[in-house]
């Protein structure tokens, strides 16, 4: 879309300001709808700003990329190593021993009680482990290969000093990766990251070597410390076994007492069961009460003072139901021993009862020992002050299983109390008889319990050796670890990625800003945006190839600046943008007849002279007798640009030295005539407010259709302030990529003091490959024009 599309959307006069620009201060309307555009984002703006700094945005992009690469390639390539393990969840490997030995393991020594691959994730990174790692690197220090194992090192590569065992230990734990596969598996990858391949797979390898061997060599540990205390405890009841069986026999030799009664023999039977009952009760309550002691020393490595107030929160309200519980289970034991026939009958109502009751005292026991480890588990955390973490965790872990023992212990306390009530009942009973026969009696039961007790951890020790002998580690690797061919870090296309990206990022910021803090005028909407009439834009020079406007030619004999391009060039867009601004000055206003015009601008060297040239040679164009005045006294331009003499000129003509005829010469371009500045005044103020200037104006009027006075910049000479009063409208013109918005605001506000009439703005040396304006285009100004008249031509 070309500019000249909106070259006659002009504002009106109205009575409030004459037409003048008044800036946006001054219209509240206007300055609305101003800042409701300003708030919108105009992408083809931000695009279009971005093509225009395209160099700098490529330079930015091409050097932190640079930048990247170099510090990709110069960085230490780091290569890792993975191997897999399947390590076994530990509360399913005891079930094949059965539920006694189970329970024992789970409550002497904590096997099973707990034990997860999240515990085992942990016990792979732990001090432990890497310490022993450490000394197997240590030990070796050298790769098949001869190379030194990087993480010895003091600082790879410079120095190879080899350094201590704890900070071996503390590297291998920082560069170890061991993470599960998969939520779903048990299996574990195993990694280790380092400058040296060979080191990867070593150090995987070793790590599930390691951990498979120290779990075997636990496991078994714990197995063989469970197997001696059964073997303690068989050797022992065995002893006691012989000596009773021994009393027994020489009692009956030499009392001739073989025998009792049926009615004695039950009543040994039910103290036999009562003891063996409390026996086999004894040894689960010196098992709890081990876990318990192993579980206080844990917690209070980690929290002191926590393992009492644990053991306080046990209340009366549980003991109670424990020692009903033991009673209930008590009275169903001697009713099974009065009624053997009642264990093929299930269903007997008063076994129903008795089944009933416990299971309701045991639910209430559940009861009362879920909110203990509820209310424990908020406990510990209170000492923590924190829900997550570690250290969190493992105190609830423990919390809750020193909760469940001591309720087993509890329980087991009530069974023993009431098995002995019960025995001692018993025992009354036993001694109301016969001397002789309480003896016998006693005797006998002793042998029947000492044997039931030797039959209970006989077995007991079976099983634990038959599982002492079968038990590996819970890690069996499955893949080892190769040594890998291709680094990890750094990765290289990422970082180049990452360095492009920056780039993009910082130098689309940097362009922004530059734009934010840019006042200079960039665009033919930044003129729009003023409440002056906009008459056009006067392209750049450089859109013609081979075009130089310094250089001058020759012609009828006169060196004629290639300035003067409308007369030079007469089909070029820059002659068309001229025509179009001639046109947008007259219909300006229509009811203004703009018979002297006054060029100027804000500074200096933003093309005015230029401007009042080639406009007059465009009023010619259109049979109109132009007259140019060169009134910029201080830097006269006008006779370069037409290959005039500077002298004589107005000066001459002012002060009586030189007539009409002399100082106004024909130029070049047919109907345009040049009034030179003549020779250099001392005051140039003085001669532009002279009443002798008026009257010379006044009588050209009648000679020319219009007068185009060339003045010096408005914005920083004073000079053309007095001519205002002489013209009938004023062009300002501003140079793109120049001139600011507060110089132009500044020259504009110094015009509007003064009444004067503000024809328009004009805009030189637009550049459309770096205005903001995003409809304009290169094609438009350089080949639209060429293209019609060539094939005009055709």
Not at 218 to 247: D, G, K, P, V
Not at 272 to 283: A, C, F, G, H, R
Not at 340 to 365: C, F, G, M, S, Y
């Amino acid at each position: 879309m070309d500019s000249s599309s909106n070259e006659h959307h002009y504002p009106h006069k109205n009575g409030n300001n004459n037409g003048f620009y008044t800036g946006p201060n001054f219209n509240s309307g206007n300055n609305f709808q101003q800042n409701a555009e300003d708030d919108e984002i105009d992408l083809f703006k931000l695009f279009s700003t971005l093509l225009q700094n395209k160099w700098t945005l490529l330079v930015f992009l091409g050097v932190f990329t640079v930048i990247a690469a170099v510090l990709a390639i110069s960085q230490t390539p780091i290569y890792k190593s993975e191997g897999t393990i399947f390590i076994t969840e530990s509360e399913n490997r005891y079930s094949y021993a059965g539920s006694d030995l189970s329970n024992l393991l789970t409550t002497t020594y904590g096997i099973g009680a707990g034990s997860t691959i999240a515990n085992e994730l942990q016990i792979i990174k732990s001090r432990t482990l890497s310490e022993d790692l450490a000394d197997s690197v240590l030990a070796k220090k050298f790769t098949e290969s001869g190379h030194k194992y990087p993480v010895i090192w003091r600082a790879y590569p410079d120095d190879s000093t080899t350094i201590g065992r704890d900070t071996v230990a503390m590297r291998i734990r920082n560069n170890l990766t061991a993470e599960r596969v998969d939520q779903q598996t048990d299996i574990v990858s195993i990694g280790f990251e380092s400058p040296l391949p060979e080191e990867t797979a070593y150090i995987s390898n070793l790590t599930m070597d390691t951990y498979s061997r120290l779990s075997t060599a636990q496991n078994r540990t714990m197995a063989s410390s469970a197997l001696s205390f059964l073997r303690q405890e068989r050797s022992s009841i065995e002893e006691q076994l012989r000596e009773t069986e021994n009393e027994l026999q020489a009692f009956m030799d030499s009392s001739n007492l073989l025998a009792v009664d049926a009615q004695t023999e039950q009543l040994i039977n039910n103290i036999s069961t009562l003891e063996t009952k409390k026996q086999e009760i004894e040894v689960q309550l010196v098992s709890v009460n081990s876990a318990i002691s192993t579980y206080e020393n844990q917690l209070e490595e980690v929290k002191p003072g926590l393992a009492d107030k644990i053991s306080e929160s046990l209340g009366p309200q549980l003991t109670n139901f424990q020692f009903r519980l033991a009673e209930l289970q008590t009275e169903k034991l001697m009713l099974m021993q009065r009624n053997p026939e009642l264990r093929e009958n299930p269903e007997h109502p008063e076994l129903v009862k008795i089944e009933n009751q416990i299971e309701a005292t045991q639910d209430q026991i559940k009861s009362i020992a879920n909110r203990l480890i509820n209310s424990s588990s908020s406990l510990a955390l209170s000492f923590l002050g924190s829900e997550s973490g570690g250290i969190a965790e493992k105190i609830i872990q423990i919390n809750e299983k020193l909760i469940q023992l001591r309720v087993e212990k509890s329980q087991y306390e009530a069974q023993i109390e009431a098995l002995t009530k019960r025995a001692a009942m018993f025992n009354r009973q036993f001694d109301g008889l016969p001397r002789e026969i309480i003896e016998l009696a006693r005797l006998k039961r002793d042998v029947k319990i000492n044997e039931e007790l030797y039959l209970l951890v006989s077995n007991q020790f079976a099983e634990m050796n038959l599982w002492e002998r079968t038990q590996f580690g819970m890690g069996r690797p499955l893949d080892y670890a190769v040594v890998p061919n291709n680094p990890i870090k750094p990765q290289k296309k990422l970082w180049v990625l990452i360095g492009f990206l920056l780039g993009g990022i910082l130098g689309v910021g940097f362009i922004f800003i530059k734009e934010a803090l840019d006042d200079t005028i960039k665009s033919s909407d930044a003129l729009r945006s003023y409440k002056v009439p906009f008459l056009g834009n006067i392209p750049d020079f450089n859109i013609i190839d081979s075009f130089d406007p310094g250089q001058k030619q020759y012609v009828q004999g006169k060196p004629v600046s290639n300035q003067l391009l409308t007369f030079l060039d007469h089909i070029s867009p820059i002659s068309e943008a001229y025509r179009r601004l001639r046109i947008n000055t007259i219909y300006a206003n229509p009811d203004k007849d703009y018979k002297v015009l006054m060029v100027t601008s804000s500074t200096k060297g933003e093309g005015k002279s230029t401007i009042a040239a080639n406009l007059a040679v465009t009023f010619a164009e259109a049979e109109k007798s132009v007259l140019i005045i060169d009134l910029d006294l201080r830097r006269p331009t006008m006779h370069k640009i037409f290959g005039e003499n500077k002298e004589p000129g107005i000066v001459e003509m002012l002060f009586d030295t030189a007539g009409f005829d002399s100082t106004i010469n024909p130029t070049i371009a047919p109907n345009v005539d040049l009034l030179t500045v003549g020779k250099k005044t001392p005051e140039p103020a003085s001669v532009l407010d002279s009443r002798r200037l008026k009257d010379v104006i006044d009588k050209l009027k009648d000679k020319y259709d219009h007068i185009i006075l060339d003045t010096a910049p408005y914005g920083i000479i004073s000079d053309s302030a007095s001519l205002l009063r002489l013209t009938d409208g004023i062009i300002v013109v501003s140079r793109f990529a120049t001139t600011t918005h507060k110089e132009l605001e500044f020259t504009l506000n110094g015009l509007k003091q003064l009444n004067a009439e503000i024809v328009g703005l004009v805009l030189n040396a637009f550049d459309p490959k770096k205005s903001s304006d995003y409809y304009t285009n290169y094609y438009y100004y350089k080949r639209a024009y060429s293209d019609y008249y060539e094939e005009d031509k055709a």
